[in-house]
């Protein structure tokens, strides 16, 4: 059965925030995870850049990635609290958060959302997928074929983090 057998793959509904934040405080330690006051506003301003994979089964999301466009190119963590920073016509989606409940973990979910998350965002008329990533994630990354750019400009939750980029124009 393949992933497409078993999840649906689509933005984020009314009703679906609570469930967002859950998993969020799941998958991300406190001083890392989105608060609930701004996941509500990203979910509230951007839903169509909240891509979620839902159990066809049990009809419970398994796991998300979300983001803001914008026109600027490096990360910055006012990106994670300041929704005025979101432009519907950006060329460029600042991903915020990749979520896959442990259950789920292992089976290439994440890299399933990654992937079609690209893709809808390329014919979306995209240019880049960038994110920050702990050091422990960098190669995990690196295999769904985003680059290494370095250490990026970022002291959320007081870690250092590396800012990586997906270029998807040509996808």
């Known amino acids: ?3 497409a057998d078993r999840f649906e793959f689509r933005s984020i509904r009314p ?3 609570d469930r967002a934040v859950a998993i969020e405080q799941i998958c991300f330690p406190p001083h890392e995870a989105c ?10 301003k951007a ?3 909240f891509l979620v994979a839902v159990n066809k089964e049990t009809g419970e999301i398994a796991g998300f990635l979300n983001g803001i466009a914008t026109n600027e190119i490096s990360f910055r963590d006012e990106f994670f609290t300041d929704i005025s920073l979101y432009n519907p016509l ?3 989606v600042m991903l915020l958060g990749l979520d896959v409940l442990p259950e789920y973990r292992g089976q290439g979910l994440a890299r399933e959302i990654v ?6 965002e390329r014919q979306n ?10 050091q422990e994630k960098v190669e995990m990354y690196q295999r769904m074929g985003f680059r290494d750019d370095g250490i990026a400009n970022s002291a959320w939750g007081g870690e250092e983090w590396h800012q990586m980029s997906l270029p998807i ?3």
């Not at 608060?35 to 509230?44: F, P, W």
């Open 35 to 44: 608060s609930e006051k701004h996941m509500k506003e990203r979910i509230g």
């Open 90 to 92: 950006g060329k460029n």
């Open 169 to 171: 124009k040509d996808l």
């Open 125 to 134: 008329g995209r240019n880049m997928l960038t994110l920050t990533c702990l």
């Open 115 to 120: 992937h079609r998350y690209a893709q809808r």
């Open 47 to 49: 839903p169509e850049l």
């Open 1 to 3: 059965m393949t992933l």
């Open 15 to 17: 009703g679906e925030e």
